[in-house]
């Protein structure tokens, strides 16, 4: 497994070679903050629909999931569920009124009805959080994959994936990214539709038999096929699919995206090809899942990465040899490459825009300028995320990414639907919407499971003082309060023109010319 063999360096040097070919001529469409942060809004529907399918289909989703399926059975199939009802949420609430009203960030769009500081400043330090999150796991994944391909040491592997997706975002933009997420999509899928009817054919495309081998060969038995094999809580369960619904549409990434398209119509039929192939990708990850605890065991994938995380690349070399495991360990090294280079995208725009462009320099950046911040602040991003992905290798790539929909959904869903929908919301109400959601899920987190562990499987030793995996039951109704006490509590009047004005834009796209 791990010697190095002519077909993997040669599928992964094409992939490298490819994506720097893109980012070549990406760098030199790349003057102006615009094509930076946007690709100047030039993208059609189709390309921004795969483009976000890309950014979405990430390591968690084709790793973590089909870890997670192999090793916990139907649990693990709720990741799947919730990852794909979160963009039923964002087609019918957020999509068209994000285009109309933002421009590069969530900042932007809450600050077109609140104009003060303070509200961009803590918007920006909730998408760095999120994306902080959410970074660790697509770096924690191609950490473990290099591992298993080439032998070398995690950290060398995750230092490795750092240089070369910062490299991306620092010259190419969005233009680049957004090209290496379409063409990963496109990759990514082919894999996924070859290694489910290779699993299909073996079973004679028999779903039930799948089923019933995968359910013999666990060592799960019939709990298998039943929830609770992971969590004793049912609560747990409830607050993950909670996270995961709601959490899309509040994920930095995924948003700056309707901002890369030239109108609301063009944002909407994004959201709905996307939603088509996330679709059929989720629906597949049952086949990988089920495929790689009946052909490979729940001992080999737990030998080679505890929490799972390596159970798709060992199907596919069980299955169809250094072939297929080359092509796969290639397409998901493109796919965590792409995904990673839109967090840092989303995480640079926050640093750059928002506390740079906007709050240092109070909108009075020039072009050049704003460029220069973003690389920068792509570079710092990045380092940070390596940084704390060396510390998180034995953790589940699916989990902490619904940390970050956790997060997301706690802490920026709240304001941006009040923004768009509620009359008397206010900036008092914006701002501790914000900071409720992010503080209560941060310290949920910190005192769960995940981090306190009595036999030492977790971060710290101890026993944790919260007993759910995921707090988002709790964080997601106490963003939502937070933004509504702060509203009704708050001194500050009613802007009814305000809110008009807003309201028109949202639904249009044009903003009503307010008679003074």
Known sequence: MNELN???????????????????????????????????????GWQNG???AGDYLSAASFLGIAGAIALTGFEGFYY?????????????????????IGKYTIADMLTARFDLKKVRGIAALSTIT????????????????????FGIPYWVAVIIVGVMMTTYVMFGGMTATSWVQ????????????IISLIVLFHVNFNIVE?????????????????????????????????????????LPHILLRFFTVKDAKTARASVITATWIVGIFYLLTIFLGMGAVIFVGHETIVANNPAGNMAAPLLAQVLGGDLLFSFIAAVTFATILAVVAGLVLSGASAFAHDLYGQILKKGQATEKQQVVAARVASLSVAAMSITLALFAQNLNVAFLVALAFCVAASANLPPIIFTIYWKRFNTTG????????????????MLSPNVLDPDGNAIIVGDPLFPLANP?????????????????????????????????????????????
Do not use: C, W
């Not at 013999?216 to 049912?234: C, E, K, M, Q, W």
């Not at 914006?430 to 987190?445: F, N, Q, Y």
């Open 182 to 193: 379409i063409i990963k999509a496109v990759l990514l899928m082919a894999g996924m539709f």
């Open 130 to 149: 999120i994306v902080t999150f959410y970074m660790i796991a697509q770096l924690v994944g191609a950490g473990a994959l290099i591992q298993l391909l």
């Open 50 to 52: 795969l483009a976000i």
């Open 6 to 44: 002519f077909t993997v360096i040669s599928l992964f040097l094409i992939i490298v070679a490819a994506t720097l070919v893109i980012t070549y001529f990406a760098a030199k469409r790349t003057n102006t903050a615009s094509e930076f942060y946007t690709a100047g809004g030039g993208l059609t």
């Open 210 to 250: 799948l089923f019933t081998q995968a359910r013999d060969a666990s060592p799960h038995g019939a709990s298998y096929l039943n929830p609770g094999v992971d969590s004793d809580l049912p609560l747990d369960t409830i607050s993950l699919m909670l996270a995961l619904v709601l959490g899309t549409a509040g």
């Open 472 to 516: 988002a039951i709790i964080s997601v109704p106490l963003g939502f309060l937070g933004a509504y006490l702060g509203t009704i509590f708050s001194s500050r009047k009613l802007d009814t023109e305000k809110y008009r004005e807003i309201k028109v834009k949202a639904n249009t796209g044009f903003k009503e010319e307010i008679d003074s």
């Open 80 to 100: 799947s569920v919730g990852y794909l009802v979160g963009y039923l949420v964002v087609l019918f609430i957020v999509a068209e009124p994000m285009r109309n």
């Open 430 to 445: 914006a701002i501790t919407g914000i900071l409720s959601g992010l503080i209560s899920a941060l310290v949920l987190v």
